[in-house]
């Protein structure tokens, strides 16, 4: 089994662990206790099943809509995938053709058997019957991506995916809502359901689920796992029919999902930013939202202090409408999904959270209501949860500050509309860029100086290539180049000495980032000062440096989407969207300022075309005229112009 231990190439996880042995779960809930308290697979009626039942719960508009949008699928033809599309991601490196086939089938199932039982007139069962068994047909439920170099899969050895664990809940979705419609055209449609997700998730995860990296014991794990998690749970609730190994297999999926909250700090920080956190936060939630419903509510952790932590991290990192902190591989634009917040909020008791479940239901409700996309035990309870959300205008109070020291993010916001993210950290966090010591600026919601953030995956992307896309470069960030020099990967790579103040007058976080360099950087110290003055109502970034040597160059960069003006010396003014401005000022003897747009070209790079609402990514550089051994200088942004 050692070769499942490939899904190390799956993300930048880190090299070594912080781990809180919590084991909330493990310990609190014995497999006797499971067992006692999970209700028995015939007396579980967690959702509706006819459409009286699916018309008190949800509104007619949103059953209207779904069941229209199903009618337009009745001929839908569901594609094979061929060994030929498989290997696009070794050959090229292209994910997209798989996917898109993969992922557009079970979403079109999911639409079908939705909408059977919403109207349950027997028009979709047709359909649904050649959906389950294409799917069933296929090799490998999740992606090539995540088998590695051979780019097909090896049927003596499943590998449990992010993907084919969502496969494994839809099908038992497909067989909760319509089995009955199944089995009376041919009862070995619902056999084959069980045998393959029996083969390609149940067996695998209990007899060698340990040896995924996802799994570790004593290393961080990320998203994947309280992903994988969810669809586990899902998948045997719905579909495993011996209440013993149903009990063990519950049993199983909480332990993992401990996994996973160990690996989180004493803020409960998500290192793969707020777009990640909706896949590895909220798929928490939505396992213990499962594992609720299954037990009467007797299996319940929502008081523990790391649970509330873990949820307050999405608004504590939003800035406005639908930005939101991103560094790493995080997305900087974000519709998120207010019914699921909502639910939260609630059962963790965070009214900020309720409220921003309310504001972002009132703003982006098609996200919530949609049965499109991963997960989907949330969809299902989502549309369970629209009927009970408030009508009345919501507006969203946001966090004036915030310190998640377990991953030392940092931010804060003025008067005047200015919004600061900085952090220190590792070169080793999961989706890591190499930007120990970045920051990023809005004004009045809108981005200034942003991280540029990811490009599309491709082969390059989970590779030994990776730090050769300029995205993920220390050269492409808010931070300075020393001889030439950025930032490696690596835990090692770190900041260090750092300390976060928050107060009235400031918002600050001090921090040597010389580590986080390599030796032929030739820096001995680099004391970096983010700091958010809310006297003046400007950030300002001090620089206390001390090298080996006198170096050959110095180059602070600045990434931005905004118009950028340098013809003024001293200035380098920026006019961003909804005529915002921001002014960066710097000494004219001391610097030269110079502007380019990285390169968009390759596969890799194709969402820079869009990702900032169409306007291109510029990268300012100022290269220091005065090339000294140790030296101090300050950087100021402001909204004068």
């Avoid at 781990?19 to 999970?38: D, F, G, H, W």
Wanted: proline share 5%.
């Amino acid at each position: 089994m050692k070769k499942i231990l490939f899904l190390l190439l799956l993300g930048a996880w880190s090299a070594t662990a912080q781990i809180t042995s919590r084991n909330i779960l493990e310990k609190a809930y014995p497999i006797e206790s499971v067992q006692q308290m999970l209700v028995p697979r015939d007396q579980w009626k967690p959702y509706p099943t006819d459409p009286a039942a699916w018309k008190a719960a949800v509104p007619d508009s949103v059953l209207a809509r779904i069941i229209n949008e199903a009618e337009k699928l009745l001929e839908y033809k569901f594609e094979p995938v061929s060994a030929s599309i498989s290997l696009d991601f070794v050959r090229s490196g292209d994910r997209l053709r798989h996917s898109a086939i993969s992922f557009d089938k079970r979403n079109v199932l999911t639409k079908l058997v939705l909408a059977e039982s919403m109207e349950d007139k027997g028009r979709f069962t047709e359909a649904i019957m050649n959906g389950v068994w294409s799917i069933c047909e296929e090799s490998f439920w999740g992606v090539p991506a995540h088998i590695g170099k051979a780019g097909l899969p090896d049927p003596e050895k499943p590998i449990v995916d992010l993907f084919a664990a969502e496969t494994a809940a839809v099908l038992g979705y497909a067989d909760h809502f319509t089995g009955e419609k199944l089995d009376k055209i041919n009862p070995l449609i619902r056999k084959r359901i069980y045998f393959e997700t029996n083969r390609r998730i149940f067996i695998p995860m209990q007899t060698y689920g340990d040896e995924f990296v996802w799994m570790s014991k004593t290393k961080e794990v990320n998203n994947w796992n309280p992903w994988i998690m969810s669809n586990w749970i899902a998948a045997t609730l719905l579909l495993e029919k011996d209440e013993k190994r149903r009990a063990e297999m519950v049993r199983g999926s909480m332990v993992g999902l401990d996994r996973y909250i160990n690996s989180l700090g004493v803020d409960g920080g998500c290192d793969e930013g707020p777009s990640y956190w909706f896949a590895a936060g909220a798929s928490v939630y939505d396992c213990l939202e499962l594992l609720a419903g299954a037990t009467n509510s007797k299996i319940d952790i929502y008081k523990e202090d790391i649970i509330k932590k873990m949820a307050s991290y999405v608004y504590k990192t939003h800035i406005d409408g639908h930005y939101f902190v991103n560094f790493a591989d995080a997305d900087p634009k974000l519709r998120p999904d207010g019914l699921l917040l909502y639910r939260l909020g609630k059962a963790v008791k965070d009214e900020k959270l309720v409220e921003m479940g309310q504001w972002a239901f009132q703003d982006f409700p098609g996200v919530s209501t949609s049965p499109e996309g991963f997960h989907r035990p949330r969809k299902i309870e989502n549309l369970l949860t629209i009927n009970k959300m408030s009508t009345e205008k919501v507006t969203l109070k946001p966090v004036q500050d915030a310190w998640i020291s377990d991953i030392q993010v940092l931010t804060a916001r003025a008067g005047n509309g200015l919004f600061l993210a900085t952090h220190g950290g590792h070169n080793a966090e999961s989706h890591n860029h190499n930007d120990v010591g970045d920051f990023i600026i809005y004004v009045k919601g809108q981005p200034m100086i942003v991280d540029a953030g990811r490009g599309n995956y491709t082969a390059r992307t989970f590779s030994n290539k990776r730090y050769e896309l300029w995205f993920t470069q220390s050269e492409y960030h808010n931070l300075p180049i020393v001889n030439g020099i950025g930032q490696k990967a690596g835990r090692k790579f770190e900041a260090r000495s750092v300390k976060s103040t928050l107060n009235a007058e400031e918002a600050s976080l001090q921090m040597d980032i010389a580590a986080a360099y390599p030796p032929e950087a030739g820096i001995t110290s680099w004391n970096r000062l983010v700091r958010l003055n809310r006297v003046k109502n400007q950030v300002e970034i001090s620089e206390d440096y001390n090298l080996k040597t006198q170096p050959e160059s110095v180059q602070q960069i600045f990434m931005t989407v905004c118009d950028v003006d340098t013809s003024e010396p001293g200035k380098v003014k920026l006019k961003g969207a909804a005529d915002t401005n921001l002014t960066l000022s710097y000494d004219p003897k001391s610097w030269t300022v110079s502007t380019e747009l990285p390169s968009t070209d390759g596969m890799e790079y194709e969402s820079f075309k869009t990702k900032w609402d169409s306007r291109p990514v510029t990268r300012i550089v100022l290269a220091s005229k005065q090339l000294k051994q140790k030296g101090k200088y300050l950087l100021v942004f402001d909204t004068k112009e």
